[in-house]
């Protein structure tokens, strides 16, 4: 009979050494642990990304010719903006090189542009993050900033062997130093509490007191540069409103982040090509 | 032969004890045990029932702490809405020591076993282990700032020790006064759930650095950071440091600017370590605003001609309809920036050696000279003693007891009212003063609240202000009034002594033909003019004494605001006033005191002025119309620039 009673109490007494042999490994197992499991999935990750998109390359066949005829047209006209704005970028980097040679300043740090499709999003309330396709393969170090056309997407947070985490700006565990378009003082920003499916939304603190921004008459809110991590004017959110805080010397706020952050199939991480 | 069942149960029997009926020693036993089963619940029930609430607030007070946090003093800003003092932010990076503890812990067995690990005997006792281990784990997380900002800073061991000792519940300060750049290089990479974050606090800023020194004043720090009706008043409770006036306006609306306090109620752990979220919190609030009745353009206009010739002084303008003080000015002064947020021993010393910290307007009692002139007329005119057309010999020279000097020497010859007043005629004053007697001017001079502070919003107005008549003389002299006393009283000499604030008041209701004007430091938009009891001279009586003082300015001892030689002229500003040069028996030798008091528009007189600079070499002539007047002018100038463009002088806030 007690030998019975064991067999059935086995399950319970399996866990039980399990959960204490899992307390008693070593941190540095634990950490290879979970490194393996992610090394292990990432390929399930970006297969299914990439079965995506084939998905989407097949429902793009069926569009018709004329519909295709008219989005090439449309590629051209934005192609032919894009040629104006690159042109118009030479010649402001020349422009500051020249000043940068007069001044005899260093030049700044350059970044290499890295392409990643979006694997994964994840924006439950506890992560606001992406998986991207490229990881330490392409050279991503922690902390490289990410962007996508509306601006700022996050900051490379954990990078793997082929893919790489992004915490988004609409994290409460990312903070950047912001200013308001055509100003220079510094704004404190960080992503805030955001329900799933709720549009992404982050708070400013520090804004100062001459500053008005309502739902009305929002302000745009880009990055500063001065932390030394994203280049300064890379567009963050609009506040739409500011309130003067507790110590009579801020105000506080609420940021409106782009809500194409939760549709975004493609970002470009900024790889800091080093001080000079 | 007998079963096996009976076999068993007759063996049993002598196994199995059994007791038929109680055994009484068991029973008493029983209520034995009984009673003390009830006595241990009862007392159970008595601690855990009866005494609940002591042991609730015992514990309450075990693991509870309150903090005070100060709130932000109100702004000081001028008569036009300028920020004479506001507060600016203050950034410095706080390590918050109750999330230390498991570091500190694992930093303390490192230590530990490196000691053991090296073959050291020499371990430290548990105290040191801990103190090091602190140090090293404060210095790991300032390092991180340090990488950040580029410096090289150190723990001072000695500090923390006493913050963990005294503090522990409060941060503890790893940077401070870091620049806005620095707060956001911080900001931005200094992890999220770092023990070490940036915060703002508060400091005052003087955006006109040492303009107004005086009157504005300063803070200093306070633990006397209060809230009322914040409940746990039996809980520890930590301050966070705060700030009280210290000296002028800083001081005397101290209540007003002052912040109102924010309180939190913390969880704790046995250690005093913070837990979780505020229990109940009260956020703190800014003070409210003071608008003085200052104009910071007419301040800065004269403390810049003050400073030029480096001598000490005072200046003060007064609007004459309300008696708001426009101009409260003292020299030397310091500079507020440098007082805050504290006050260096080395600037502190400084500004004591320099005599910077007296507030000469309205704390410097002076000899008023000859701009004391105007009572004596003022008395000689209302007492019949003089008239506009009354006239004397001037010889140069005035003997009464002893030979008394006219002004520069000079012999006047037969001199009118007006002209003595224009020439500053010394001769002409020490007769008909000496006709008049002492108690009829000094009782002039009491009309006009020349025997008595004026009472302006500030605490450290003098009252050593002297009207002498002979009955003062002898309480406080012991000695019978001479004649001489008289003619030294009727040009503003012997012992008379005001303060220039209370020239200002003077110059103030003589163009207002008032004998009093009750000065004011704060600024009200529809103060009534101030109406007191008239002097009571006759039109022809005031005409003759204003156009007297009209032409001190235009021919006399103050020509230099008009003559456009040595200043620029003023257009369209008539201005009258009257000179002084007071002359003072120092250790050093004898010093001469410069005066001007005066006021304009003549037509329509607005604003009011008194100055008074002190010499600072013995023999020198510091005579009012070189060293006085010119501070006046630049007041005058800047008035009459400002009064047809008051649009442009509010501040402008930016914005967006």
Redesign the interface.
């Known amino acids: 009979m007690p030998f019975k009673r064991f067999d059935q109490a086995r399950p319970f007494a399996t866990l039980t050494v399990i959960v204490i042999a899992w307390a008693l490994v070593p941190t540095a197992v634990k950490t290879f642990s979970r490194a393996s499991f992610f090394e292990l999935t990432a390929p399930i990750t970006v297969a299914a990304s990439k079965v995506r998109d084939l998905q989407e390359y097949w429902s793009l066949r069926l569009h018709t010719t004329n519909e295709l005829i008219q989005a090439g047209q449309d590629a051209a006209h934005i192609a032919s903006k894009f040629e104006f704005a690159v042109s118009q970028n030479q010649e402001l980097h020349a422009e500051i090189a020249r000043l940068e040679n007069l001044l005899r300043l260093p030049s700044f740090s350059d970044y290499r542009y890295e392409h990643a499709r979006v694997a994964r999003r994840d924006f439950s309330g506890w992560w606001q993050r992406l998986v991207i396709r490229k990881g330490a393969n392409f050279g991503i170090p922690v902390g490289a900033p990410v962007i996508f056309t509306g601006g700022v997407v996050g900051r490379v947070a954990e990078v793997r062997a082929t893919t790489a985490i992004v915490e988004l700006i609409s994290s409460?565990?990312?903070?950047?130093?912001g200013v308001?378009e055509?100003?220079d003082?510094?704004i404190?920003f960080?992503g805030g509490v955001n329900a799933t499916f709720a549009p992404p939304a982050g708070i400013v603190e520090?804004v100062p007191l001459?500053?008005?921004a309502t739902p009305a008459l929002p302000?745009r809110l880009v990055t500063?540069g001065?932390?030394?991590?994203?280049p300064p004017g890379l567009m963050l959110g609009t506040v739409t409103r500011a309130a003067i805080g507790?110590?009579?010397?801020?105000q506080f706020g609420d940021v409106q982040l782009d809500e194409r952050l939760g549709s975004l199939t493609e970002v470009t991480v900024l790889v800091p090509l080093g001080a000079p | 032969m007998p079963s096996s069942e009976t076999n068993l149960a007759d063996r049993s029997g002598h196994l199995i004890e059994t007791h038929k009926g109680y055994d009484p020693r068991i029973v008493s036993f029983y209520f034995l045990l009984a009673a003390l089963f009830v006595t241990l619940i009862a007392g159970l029930a008595y601690q855990q029932l009866a005494k609940v609430d002591e042991y609730a607030d015992a514990e309450r007070k075990q693991t509870q702490r309150r903090i005070f946090f100060p709130g932000p003093r109100g702004n000081i800003e001028d008569r036009h809405g300028n920020l004479l003092v506001g507060n600016r932010a203050r950034f410095s990076v706080r390590l918050l020591l109750d999330q230390l503890k498991p570091e500190v812990r694992r930093e303390q067995i490192r230590i530990r076993n490196n000691f053991r690990a090296t073959g050291d005997k020499d371990v430290p006792t548990r105290d040191q282990l801990m103190q090091l281990a602190r140090v090293s784990v404060v210095q790991r997380h300032l390092d991180l700032a340090n990488a950040i900002l580029g410096r090289t800073e150190q723990v001072d061991g000695k500090r923390l020790r006493r913050h963990f000792e005294r503090e522990l519940l409060l941060p503890y300060t790893l940077l401070e006064d870091l620049t806005p750049a620095d707060y956001a290089k911080l900001w931005e990479r200094l992890p999220v759930n770092s023990p070490a974050q940036v915060y703002t606090f508060s400091t005052r800023e003087y955006p006109y650095g040492s303009a107004a020194s005086h009157t504005l004043g300063y803070v200093g720090a306070t633990d006397d950071v209060e809230l009322e009706d914040f409940p746990g008043e039996d809980l520890k409770t930590f301050k966070m440091t705060g700030t009280m006036g210290r000296e002028g306006v800083e001081k005397k609306f101290d209540s007003i600017l002052q912040g109102e306090t924010g309180a939190a109620i913390y969880r704790v752990d046995p250690a005093g370590n913070r837990i979780n979220k505020p229990i109940q919190q009260v956020f703190p609030k800014q003070g409210k605003n003071i608008r003085l009745s200052l104009d910071i353009e007419l301040q800065m206009a004269a403390e810049a001609k003050m400073a030029q010739n480096g001598m000490a002084g005072a200046a003060v303008a007064i609007d004459i309809a309300t008696g708001e003080v426009l101009v409260l000015a003292s020299k030397p002064d310091y500079d507020l920036s440098k007082f805050s947020p504290r006050i260096s021993s080395a600037t502190w010393q400084d500004a004591v050696e320099r005599g910077a910290l007296f507030p000469r307007a309205l704390a410097g009692a002076y000899q008023p000279g000859s701009s004391f002139k105007i009572l004596t007329t003022i008395a000689g005119l209302r007492s019949g003693v003089l008239t506009p057309d009354s006239t004397a010999n001037c010889p140069g020279f005035f003997v009464m007891g002893r030979r008394f000097s006219c002004h520069d020497g000079h012999a006047h010859g037969d001199i009118g009212l007006s002209r003595a007043i224009e020439k500053s005629c010394n001769v002409f004053f020490y007769k008909f003063g000496y006709d008049m007697g002492p108690d009829i001017i000094a009782a002039e001079a009491r009309r006009f609240h020349f025997d008595r502070p004026t009472g302006i919003e500030l605490l450290d107005e003098t009252r050593r202000m002297v009207i002498p008549d002979p009955e003062w003389k002898r309480k406080r002299h012991h000695q019978g009034w001479a004649g001489g006393d008289t003619v030294q009283m009727a040009i503003g000499q012997g012992f008379v002594l005001v303060t220039p604030l209370q020239m200002a008041c003077f110059a103030a209701s003589v163009a207002r033909d008032e004998v009093w004007t009750q000065p004011t430091l704060l600024h009200q938009a529809d103060r009534p003019r101030q109406q007191t009891e008239r002097i009571g001279l006759r039109p022809e009586q005031r005409a003759a004494l204003i156009n007297a003082m009209e032409q001190v300015t235009l021919t006399g001892t103050a020509r230099i605001l008009t003559e456009g030689k040595l200043l620029p002229k003023i257009p369209g500003l008539r201005m009258a006033g009257k000179t002084g040069t007071a002359q003072n028996q120092s250790a050093k030798g004898i010093i001469n005191f410069a005066w001007f008091i005066g006021f304009a528009p003549v037509e329509n007189p607005q604003i009011a002025i008194a100055i008074a600079i002190e010499g600072d070499t013995p023999g020198e002539e510091t005579g009012g119309g070189l060293y006085a007047a010119p501070v006046a002018h630049a007041i005058f100038k800047t008035w009459a620039e400002n009064k047809n463009q008051p649009a442009q002088r509010t501040l402008q806030f930016k914005t967006e």
Do not use: H, N, Y
Request: aromatic share 10%; no cysteine.
């Open positions: 409460p565990g990312l903070r950047l130093a308001i055509g100003d003082r510094p404190s960080q520090g001459d500053i008005i302000k500063s001065f932390g030394g991590v994203f507790s110590d009579g010397l801020f």
